[in-house]
């Protein structure tokens, strides 16, 4: 027997999954031609943005950054990070990134690569990098979110979110105020920490897994991976937030999946052209 409240419910479900089509491009042909696999683990995305404008915006943004940024003067450095970053490029497999490194003079202890290889290195995170390997770690990183296409696809879930928000809006017009404010303040946190957040600390996870992929196929010791997390939290002051309020893992964990990751890669590292090892120390 179908009770009202379940047709209630049943007409909930699919108002939000017709909101979420309608904010993916109005058809589910293109949810359907959305579908990729990101290279190295294979796993299935949905996106609704174009590789082409992906990379048009990470350019228009790594120009303003580079505006608003001041440039190290130290060539030293910048001289390590664009070798890195070139040895890093050669194995990522995308010869149609216009790759570009810089280093920013910052106290940030942080790096970014947008879309379409547009790569920048903060000077606040050398001195727990140590060495070439560290730097390595955080480069390939970085290179794994734009070549998974990490940023498209947030986009892509930020987008079926604020729909199904809305949606749920238009099917409890007519309830009681109170109630719809109820309503909508958890579906808001369920996203927040049931989808979005936890969403997130899977690209970490996964761009760590890429990136100790492409350091060892670069010929940088991927060993250096794990211990680099371990410096980086060593680091840290204050207390972090419990993971699953976090958009990244902790840090232990990310040294512990590495560390099983670690065969993997130093088979990689063996089969590599050229071994640097650690490399050099960083100025």
């Known amino acids: 027997m179908v009770t009202p409240a379940a047709t209630r419910m049943s007409r909930l479900r699919w ?6 089509l309608l904010s993916c491009g109005s058809s589910i042909t293109l949810v359907m031609l959305g579908c990729q696999q990101v290279p190295m683990t294979n796993r299935k995305q949905v996106l609704i943005t174009s590789e082409q404008s992906e990379n048009a915006m990470g350019l228009t943004a790594y120009q303003e950054v580079l505006k608003s940024e001041p440039l190290t003067k130290n060539e030293k450095t910048t001289e390590i990070v664009r070798r890195i970053g070139q040895r890093i490029a050669a ?41 070439e390997a560290g730097l390595a770690v955080v480069m390939s990183h970085e290179v794994a979110h734009a070549i998974a ?11 079926a979110k604020n729909a199904g928000k809305s949606a749920l809006s238009y099917f409890m017009q007519k309830q009681d105020e109170q109630k719809q404010k109820i309503v909508l303040a958890a579906y808001g946190g369920g996203a927040q920490y049931g989808v979005i957040l936890p969403f997130s600390r ?26 680099f997390w371990e410096r980086f939290g060593s680091a840290k002051t204050g207390t972090a937030p419990m993971e699953w309020m976090s958009t990244h893992p902790s840090d232990a964990h990310r040294s512990a999946a ?6 993997q ?3 990689l590292y063996q089969n590599a052209e050229q071994k640097v090892g650690l490399g050099e120390p960083l100025p």
């Open 91 to 131: 194995v990522a497999n995308r010869p149609d990134f216009e790759w570009e490194f810089n280093v920013i003079e910052s106290e940030t202890q942080n790096a970014f690569c947008l879309p379409g290889g547009k790569v920048a290195v903060y000077t606040g995170i050398l001195p727990v990098c140590e060495n």
């Open 265 to 267: 890669a130093m088979s």
């Open 202 to 227: 899977k690209h970490e996870m996964e761009a760590d897994q890429i990136g100790i992929m492409l350091m060892a196929k670069a010929g940088y010791d991927p060993s250096e991976a794990p211990v």
């Open 149 to 159: 296409r990490h940023g498209g696809e947030r986009m892509t879930y930020e987008t």
């Open 15 to 20: 108002t939000l999954v017709a909101a979420m």
């Open 258 to 263: 590495l560390r099983e990751l670690l065969p």
